[in-house]
């Protein structure tokens, strides 16, 4: 079996329908994609003498051709590299000579510093998507699509790195296809009325999401900003219809806080997917009064794409619920085709309301790091996926995170974990994000320091948030300083470097 057959079925059944937009303007039907898709596959093949199993590099901003350069390296047999757009040229280099990668693809902006990253490696080539050696590319003769085996490589995804060297999530064929079955069924159900918002890095999260859009004929919208802007998505949303994204939890907070969308008509968007970081209570019940019920959360990793447990929207409008406010600060159950438990330090399951460690089992977890025995050996044990995030599950199923577990704060022989202390701080109305760190004490092993971003035009006092957390959480939890900062270092994703917060602290 072989993923790109999503898109050459697409292709044989829904021809006219469109497959791709660049902001308000469909520029290809599914029968253009599948075309340039076979094309290109022929190219790869035929000129660039790519083998079954060779590593296509994909270093581009968010563009149409993205998907066009992924079901091709899927067409011939080939796995996709996708990189972050944002990368350095060292971190780039990194990938380049890790994956083993002959093959480059780009967009104009990214063509120097991938230029830069390769200036060592030999035999590599790059091709601008824009240029003539891509147009020359998308002349060759069409190939069919090649047979793969289910196991065979698809996609080598680069974790982010803010721990070490990124290390690359080998996912299958069969790895993708369940995490694209259950979508349907876990996460939101898609038709050919559908389309696909890419405001996210189709380097991983939205490109993820392609897959099951496409197997539905759905559309692809690409801002022509290639990114986050929610002027723009406030227009984009007149323009297309059931519209849907994911977004990471600090661009939704973004996004309801925008005048554009404040102001402006959103019934056509129809289900924002926010997950890869804490979506906090406060923010979440903000974003579905503006919005209405079209928030479904998924907690997921690069090494189990997209969803290892979802909240669904169903459960963000079950305001009726006694829990309704523990269930919104879950991540919800685990996913139909998953196995998920939570273990102590010994690996032996917890019984409901036990912290330990989130453990995954299941055809969607990858098949270990590339080329990295070790790191593989350390994160699978005993078939199961140990992620390093810590969390509990109550009695009826749904998990709550609690953060990961180098994040945990040990305060005088205490566990601290900062989202309760987060979500708290974000109660005051004052306040539009909050990030909690340990700082090393002497006497208690670790003391909390709260980084605070206010929202425009207002003034917020230490005395108003440490009674604030007195009021709700106990007195040891409470920051010992608050540091009021204009933003929160963020990597390429959105997620909060919670590790450049701490060496501020040291």
Known sequence: MNIASFLTKSATTWADRPALAMGTEVIQTYADHGRDVAKLAGGLKNSLNLNAGDRVGIAMKNCPAYSTVLFAAWHAGLAAVPMNAKLHAREFNYILEDAGITVCFVTADLEPVIGEAAAALKNLQIIDVDGEGYADLLSSEPIAMVNTEPDDLAWLFYTSGTTGRPKGAMLSHRNLLMMTNSYYGDVDPVTEADSLLHAAPMSHGSGLYILPYVAKGALQIIPQSGGFDPAEIGELLQSHGSVNAFFAPTMVTRLINAPAIINSDTSNLKTIIYGG????????????ELLGPKLVQIYGQGEAPMTITALSRAAHSATDDPRYLEKLAS???????????????????????????????????????????????????????????????DEEGYLTLKDRSKDVIISGGSNIYPREVEEVLLQHDSVLEASVVGRPHPDWGEEIVAFIVGKPDTDIGEAELDQLCLDNIARFKRPKEY??????????????????LRSLVK
Request: glycine share 12%.
């Open 277 to 288: 970081g804490p979506m906090y209570v406060e923010d979440c019940l903000k974003a579905l």
């Open 331 to 393: 991540v919800g159950t685990a996913r139909t085709d998953l196995e998920v438990q939570v273990v102590d330090e010994e690996g032996v399951p917890l019984p409901p309301g036990e912290i330990g460690e989130v453990c995954v089992r299941g055809d969607v977890v990858m098949q270990g790091y590339w080329q990295n025995q070790a790191a593989s050996e350390e994160s699978l044990r005993d078939g199961w996926l140990h992620t390093g995030d810590m969390g509990a599950f």
């Open 483 to 500: 540091r009021f900062v204009d933003e929160l270092p963020k990597n390429n994703y959105g997620k909060i470097l919670k590790t450049k």
